[in-house]
């Protein structure tokens, strides 16, 4: 899943989103990537320059985007 949200260290990158997961019963497997997002920076994933974008209008923002499922056994 992609996820964008404000952050002031990559620890904060990855608490934040984790812990709101939590909420709905989920559990994160693993986090890659976590890094800022250059002012300039583009993407060829269109649902993604509408997630970042939707991120800098609202510091509080959690974005998160496609979701993948794995039953437990």
Do not use: C
């Not at 269109?46 to 800098?56: F, G, P, Q, V, W």
């Amino acid at each position: 899943m992609n996820v964008t949200t404000w952050a002031d260290s990559a620890e904060s990158a990855r608490d934040k989103p984790d812990k709101y997961i939590q909420r709905f019963q989920w559990h994160v497997i693993s986090i890659e990537d976590a890094r800022p997002v250059a002012d300039d920076e583009l993407f060829e994933d269109e649902s993604m320059e509408d997630m970042i974008a939707r991120t800098r209008a609202n510091p509080k923002a959690i974005i998160l985007g496609t979701f993948h499922g794995y039953k437990e056994e």
